[in-house]
Every structure is written in C-alpha cells, then in structure tokens.
C-alpha cells in the first residue's frame, strides 16, 4: 500500500471532525442566545465550564488516566482558558444580549483572518502560502453572500457588543496557535485543565457579581446550558485540540466558516429563519475557502 493511499483516509477523517466541529460550535450561538435570556452570562459561562471540566474529568477517570501533575503544563492550561474560554466566552456571552446570533456567527467567524495574520506577523509556525490568503478571501466572500449583505445594516447599532465579539475572535485565534504547545498529550487533558481553569477563574466571579442564588432560570435557558457545556464545549474541544495537531490552527480556525451555513441552517429548521437568495453560491465559496485552507500541497515527486 502506498504512502498516498494511507494518507487519503487519514485525511478524510480529519476532515469530517473539522465539519463535526464546526457543527458543535455553529450550533453554541442559539445555545448562548437562549441562556442569557434569564441567566446572566458570568453565570452562564461559570456553570459551562464547570460542567465541561467535570464531565471531561470523570470520563478521563473512566478511560483509566490522570490529568497532569506538572506545575508547568498547568500554568499553560491556565494560560489556555483565559483565551480561549473565559475571555472569549464571556465576552460573546455578554454580547448576545443585544447583537444577534447571526451577525455574532459572522463576526466570530474571522477567526481565520486573525490567526492567519497572527502567523503572517509574529508566530510563522505555519507555512504561509498565497492558498492560504485566497482562502481566507473566499471565505470571507461566501459569509456575506450566505447570510445576506443586509446583515451588515445591524453592524454599529451595538458597535461596543460588536466589538466585544471581534475581541474574542482574536482570543480565539492566538489561542488556536497557543494550543500547539500541548502536542503530545492525550487531547482530552488540555480540554479539561483549560475548562477546570476557567470554573477556578469564573465561579468567584459570578458569586461576587451575579449572586446565582438569587437567580431564576428558565427550562429552555437550563437546557441550553446542558446541551453548550456537553455538546458545543467537552465534546467540541476534545475534537479541537486533536485538529489543533493533525491539520494545524490555521486549517482548524477555517472551520469558523463552516459554522456560518451551520448556524444559519440550524436557524432555518428550528427557528423558522430564512436564507438570503445568494446562500448557495456562499456556500460554495465557503467550502473553496475551507479546502484552500486545509487541503496539504501537493508535494512533488523526484523521479527515482
């Protein structure tokens, strides 16, 4: 069998975890949307990392390993959760009050500019090719035609909240490239210590802000808790931190623009959301954006 023949498969599978991911996290703006209704985003965001962290610790336990006991990798999962959950989650936690899902899912969705840039400009861990660039464009292109141009008619409205989303989408992107630290362990124990760093940081806080005892939370805002801390965080990080090291962070940031036609769809079937007349020809910039950004170069063969 031939190294390409072995490859093709291998690929394929990070590919459709790319997409799983994308799914999970396409589907966390409507899960944040119905949280923050009756409960306020320090306590929402608190209570989904605890309950990540908790549920990734027992099946960590249950898979017959341990989290890490160096003093170092724990400074570097800490240093994880600020950016990649306390900071960005909060921030899109308290956004959503006021901005929409969907213009926070296009918003949030550069994040492949940001870690491009990041690479271009300071970290160049990556190769940075011109595929790459044309990439980021075409995702960019595909976004605006999906949800519509006249999305961008509610950008300023909130512009501090809109802001707040773009600042966690560059938390998102330096932590994509921070995450490469982490190779070589278990994807799971990164997932859990940044979860388990992030109750340690947020529980005193919602205590001291929120008083959570005096809140009381609607069925749907519990239940879209559940399903967010579950589905759109132990699960979905999990998958991120393996595609972190099989696809690299710019390629896994890509899957930013498959959360759009996600979110959108997940809008259509169950919020009776409409598509703007271009979202199929979106869609299919999105998916060149997302096959220019992970797809490997063709290496060429030197003759024998």
């Known amino acids: 069998m031939t190294a390409s023949s072995t490859t093709t498969p ?8 790319l997409a799983v991911l994308a799914t999970l996290w396409g589907a966390s703006y409507t899960f944040i949307r119905i949280g923050v209704e009756t409960i306020p985003p320090i306590t929402f965001i608190a209570a989904r990392t605890l309950i990540a962290g908790g549920l990734l610790v027992a099946i960590i336990k249950m898979r017959g390993l341990s989290l890490p006991k160096d003093p170092a990798i724990w400074k570097r999962f800490f240093i994880q959760a600020c950016i990649n959950s306390v900071i960005p989650f909060t921030l899109i936690a308290w956004a959503e009050q006021t901005v929409n899902a969907g213009l926070a899912t296009i918003l949030n969705s550069t994040t492949p ?7 271009v400009l300071i970290t160049r861990h990556e190769a940075v090719t011109m595929r790459k660039l044309l990439g980021t464009i075409a995702g960019v292109i595909g976004i605006s035609l999906i949800i519509g141009m006249e999305a961008f008619q509610e950008v300023g409205k909130e512009l501090v909240a809109q802001l707040a989303i773009v600042a966690a989408t560059i938390s998102y992107a330096a932590a994509a490239i921070f995450g490469r630290g982490f190779k070589g362990l278990d994807p799971m124990m990164p997932a859990a210590g940044s979860m388990i760093c992030g109750a340690v940081i947020l529980i005193p806080v919602s205590l001291v802000v929120d008083q959570p005892w005096t809140i009381a939370p609607s069925a749907d805002s519990l239940l879209a808790l559940l399903g967010l801390s579950v589905f759109s965080t132990a ?10 090291h099989t696809l690299g962070s710019v390629s896994t940031t890509s899957q930013a623009y498959l959360r759009v036609p996600i979110g959108v769809g997940i809008g259509v079937i169950f919020l009776g959301e409409t598509l703007a007349s271009t979202a199929l020809i979106g869609l299919v910039f999105v998916v060149i954006g997302v096959a220019a950004m992970t797809f490997p170069s063709r290496k060429k063969t030197v003759p024998a």
């Open 235 to 244: 699960l979905a990080f999990v998958i991120y931190f393996r595609l972190i």
């Open 113 to 119: 500019i940001f870690a491009f840039l990041l690479t």
């Open 10 to 17: 291998a690929l394929a599978k990070e590919v459709a975890l």
